[in-house]
């Protein structure tokens, strides 16, 4: 391979990389990533090789970036970690393609063709979208590189000698396995080349030198997993995991035929595991036809896949492995080998020149056929595998601003508050592949809240995240879940005794916080919940003249309404007395005559705060209206009060039952 070859292909993977991936920078930290900081975060440079403790697995080389980023950074900077993510990702895709042509040898434009197709395959592997984005997935992706390194090094050796390309066989494998445990299938990957080469067979010796000190390195890391304390409740071995995580792994083989088993599933055809394995194993036959010129890929390539990945796959619990595509990112390397060997072999068979005494119309169907299967590799793998993973970074692109803004609302101030229905996992309504979530979460029930916000901002909020079921918002096209810390009405009490309190809203196009704050007179604190913040100097910030006191003592502070990204924001400030009387709050806009155009009814916080619980004082809260595509020219919000039992509404006492204000569109 020539250097220009060689530095175009890390270039494309690069930018291959950023285009699909390069949203991932701007995600916070999520997930498992909670759980690796505060681990990670006491610990010593030199503790993190022999500190266990509160994890499962002993992973230190992938940990060791975390512990150099808080050292320099100060913190865990999610920009930074995430594009580590990347470069390794690139990094393992250029490995990858390199790869490629050291065992399948090709000269003239399709010295390029392979390289390329195997790196572009590798990096738009489906089921990496959960393992490139999430910083706590760096060890599947050092894992790989370890692998690739170590059999790139073998192979250099095998042909020119040398004692350091020996050392770097025996680094990778060691790279590999303690980045993650998976990374042990890279002693068994080093025996590929003796299995596709006789005559290495025969070099006893050689064999000898590569295997034994990488099965001891493995065998070393097995002894530290075993002794270090830990808890290993995460690992099982029963025989109907195995054979269903097989099934649902086989997707990542088979994946441009598979990736259709999600509409089979729908249908009720056959039971999802069979509808998996069978167009996984209908894929990977397909594969074996089209390779006719490049059966050392395919067969490499399918072992690859076997091997990387068989550890898993036996030692993992089904409902684990089920909701882990990352666990495939190893064997990925395998599913871009066989699938750029299919490519190639079938551009070949398209290019094939006749030769004398053959039929040469024969020939030319063949060559048709060859091209048109070439044609469907391209378009079953890269324009499918590009939309699927841009799906997935579309839900991060849906679900990081909720996140983003619960970091800043927890964090403006030391008193406490409460969000509710926190959306903790997000996926497509409809699955494209017949096993598997596909989805991406965020948190999950053994996170703490407050660590989470702890470890991207640095601060420790007072916080909790509740449940209340009853006001949850359908998000269209897709299906989320809330993080049952607790339910109504422990919701409600928590809720009622937070200072400031926070419910999630699907409105429009996007999510937004409906907000209630009991607001301290003396000591006013602006919430950036509000697009607009009220004065520093606690003032209430309003539009119409006021105060409006109705007949039941309530008094409506403050009004104001204004255009918020398409939707208006109505901004309410209530001052309650002790004794509050059983009544709810209507806003209304209205545009022509008195039929409300869009509306957003009830007590504080989406009903969770009625007038008759909240604490004497002034309480602020935002709604929000969406009016959809009518025009909201000249159109006003009308606040008021009712009776729900009677629907009677709460005369002023300067007369009228509403009080109204145009909408600020400045």
Known sequence: MTRRLSLALLVVCAALVLLVYGRALALPLYMDDVIFARYIEPLSLPEV????????????LSLLPWKLIQMAAGGF???????????????????VGLLALRLAPRAGWRAWLLPFAAASIYLLFPFSYQAVPWAAALGHLMAASGALIAILALLAWWEHGGRWRLALIWVGVAFSVFSHENGAAAALLLGLPFVHNPEWRRERRKLLLVLMPSLLIVAAFALIWLILPKDRDAFALTLPDIAQNAAYFAQGIGFPLAQIGGGLTRARALPPWLIAAGLS????????LLSVRARRLFAFGGLWYALAISIPAIL???????????????ASVGAALVWAGALA????????????GRDPFALRRRARLAALAALLIVIAILPTSLAFIGGRMALHAALAPAYESMFVEATESELTSAFVNVPVWLADSDAQYALGSEGITYMTNYIGFPDLIYIN?????????????????????????????????GAAQAVQSAWR??????????????CAEHVNIRVFIPSTCHTRQWPSDGTLHQTIPGPFAFENGMTLEALAAYDDDGLIAVDLAWWSSRDAPAVTAFVHLVCEGDTPVAQAD????????????????LWRELRYLDSGAADTTGCSVRVGLYDPATGVRVPLLDGGDFAATDIDTG
């Open 457 to 489: 901002t640095g601060v420790w909020p007072e916080t909790t995240a509740l449940v209340a079921e009853d006001i949850r918002d359908d998000v269209p096209s897709m299906y989320w879940d809330v993080l049952a810390y607790e339910t109504m009405p």
């Open 77 to 95: 900077n999610a920009p930074l970690m995430h594009a580590l993510n990347l470069a390794v990702h690139a990094f393992n895709g250029w490995l």
């Open 316 to 330: 993992l619990p089904h409902r684990y492995a089920i909701d882990g595509p990352r666990l495939m990112l190893l």
């Open 602 to 617: 009830g007590a504080l916080l989406r009903g969770l705060l009625p007038f008759s619980t909240l604490p004497e004082g």
């Open 345 to 356: 072999s079938a551009v070949d068979g398209a290019m094939a020149d006749g030769s004398i």
């Open 281 to 288: 194993a209908l894929g990977a036959a397909l594969a074996c």
């Open 49 to 60: 090789f022999y500190r266990v403790d509160i994890v499962p697995y002993y992973r230190p």
């Open 501 to 514: 309190s926070y419910a999630l809203q699907w409105i429009g196009s996007g999510w937004h916080w409906a």
